[in-house]
Each structure stands twice: as structure tokens, then as C-alpha cells.
């Protein structure tokens, strides 16, 4: 089994950036392809962006032009580059792995990680 375990998260204002860090252990051969979900208090779990092990990327239309997915395939380990964000960013964010397409749907994805929280305030 692969694990995935999420950093970075925290305290942002309104405008300002972070920068989400999923790092992969055990079975990495499962990391192919790596997508972020995000899913706020009530809310269904969202796609915000994925990418495969030849870098092709995949973003939601929600953080298309303001997040930047990469990953370091030495490292083992994903990236996310969130700026501007907007308190509407609130959400716990979720690494997952284990999906042999680079789809937008949570389904396809079996491991995750314990997830980040990112707060954004107004």
C-alpha cells in the first residue's frame, strides 16, 4: 500500500498563497497519477486538480488559472501552488493516489491521505 500524508496547510487572508505538499511513501508505484480534493463542512468532496506521471494536469474550473499542480517524481511527492485565494478556498485538502486514469471523480482514486486544512479569511 502507498501512504500519502498532506502539508502545508494553515491561515491565509484573503489574497495571499500557500503552497500543499503530498508526500507519498510504501507503494509509490500506485502515484501514477495524484489528484487534490478539497471538501468543506456540508459540502460533497470537490476534484481541484490532478496530474499523471508524464504531467499532464487536470484542473477544476473553481482554481483554473490561480493553482499550479506539479510533483517532484524523486522525491515522491506532489504539489500544490494555491494563490489569490478566496475564503470560498475553505476546505480540508485531500491527496489521492491509486488511480490508473487522470479523472476529476473521487471515485476513481483509493487512497487518500488524512488531509490539510486551509482556512482563507476575509
Known amino acids: 500500500q502507498v501512504q500519502l500524508v498532506e502539508s502545508g496547510g494553515g491561515l491565509v487572508q484573503a489574497g495571499g498563497s500557500l503552497r500543499l505538499s503530498c508526500a507519498a511513501s510504501?507503494?509509490?508505484?500506485?502515484?501514477?497519477?495524484v489528484g487534490w480534493f478539497r471538501q468543506a463542512p456540508g459540502k460533497e468532496r470537490e476534484f481541484v486538480a490532478g496530474i499523471d506521471i508524464i504531467w499532464s494536469t487536470y484542473y477544476a474550473d473553481s482554481v483554473k488559472g490561480r493553482s499550479t499542480i506539479s510533483r517532484d517524481i524523486s522525491k515522491n511527492t506532489v504539489y500544490l501552488q494555491m494563490n489569490s485565494l478566496k475564503p470560498e478556498d475553505t476546505a480540508v485538502y485531500y491527496c489521492?493516489?491509486?488511480?490508473?486514469?487522470?479523472?476529476?471523480?473521487?471515485?476513481?482514486?483509493?487512497?487518500w491521505g488524512q488531509g490539510t486544512q486551509v482556512t482563507v479569511s476575509s
Open positions: 510504501g507503494r509509490t508505484g500506485s502515484t501514477y497519477v
Open positions: 489521492a493516489a491509486c488511480s490508473t486514469t487522470l479523472s476529476s471523480s473521487a471515485e476513481t482514486y483509493t487512497c
